[in-house]
């Protein structure tokens, strides 16, 4: 097995090893068929770039604010909000992809110090309908992206 690490997982497929370097730590392998993303995370995440309209309670109002999500998986969304959320907030929104709008209810992990940085949420509710839509988008949209999507994405 030849595993190649990436910065969100690693890379892993049958081959073989054809040499290697310990002064430059380059490997060089060649594979008997495809190699195949493997993810450290529990929830396997699809680097998606969506448009997610969220209401933030604020001064005793609610304010409807913007973020572009980085990666999104049934679980979860990464994103980069225009607002400064904070950790363990309750937000409701939607999230608009090109199969339709799905309502969702986060909840803030990980804040982002600055707007630049990555946000993390839980998805904390979404209908059972929606979450089936969320499957097939982003088991289509992986299919496209690396030709496989993994079991997790697939049809249940």
């Given at each position: 097995?030849v595993?190649?690490?990436?910065?969100?997982?690693?890379?892993?497929?049958?081959?073989?090893?054809?040499?290697?370097?310990?002064?430059?730590?380059?490997?060089?392998?060649?594979?008997?068929?495809?190699?195949?993303?493997?993810?450290?995370?529990?929830?396997?995440?699809?680097?998606?770039?969506?448009r997610?309209?969220?209401?933030?309670?604020?001064?005793?109002?609610?304010?409807?604010?913007?973020?572009?999500?980085?990666?999104?998986?049934?679980?979860?969304?990464?994103?980069?909000?225009?607002?400064?959320?904070?950790?363990?907030?309750?937000?409701?929104?939607?999230?608009?992809?090109?199969?339709?709008?799905?309502?969702?209810?986060?909840q803030?992990?990980?804040?982002?110090?600055?707007?630049?940085?990555?946000?993390?949420?839980?998805?904390?509710?979404?209908?059972?309908?929606?979450l089936?839509?969320?499957?097939?988008?982003?088991?289509?949209?992986?299919?496209?992206?690396?030709?496989?999507?993994?079991?997790?994405?697939?049809?249940?």
């Amino acid at each position: 097995v030849v595993t190649h690490a990436l910065p969100d997982g690693a890379l892993q497929g049958d081959g073989l090893v054809d040499s290697w370097s310990p002064a430059s730590r380059v490997l060089t392998a060649h594979t008997a068929g495809s190699l195949q993303p493997v993810q450290r995370r529990a929830n396997y995440r699809v680097p998606v770039a969506h448009r997610l309209v969220i209401a933030c309670a604020r001064d005793g109002q609610i304010a409807l604010e913007e973020a572009i999500t980085a990666d999104v998986s049934v679980t979860g969304v990464g994103c980069t909000p225009k607002a400064r959320l904070h950790e363990h907030e309750m937000i409701g929104g939607y999230l608009v992809t090109p199969v339709g709008i799905i309502p969702l209810v986060l909840q803030v992990v990980e804040a982002a110090a600055s707007s630049r940085e990555r946000t993390h949420c839980r998805i904390g509710e979404v209908t059972p309908t929606d979450l089936r839509m969320l499957t097939m988008h982003l088991r289509r949209t992986e299919v496209l992206r690396i030709g496989t999507a993994p079991s997790e994405l697939r049809d249940s």
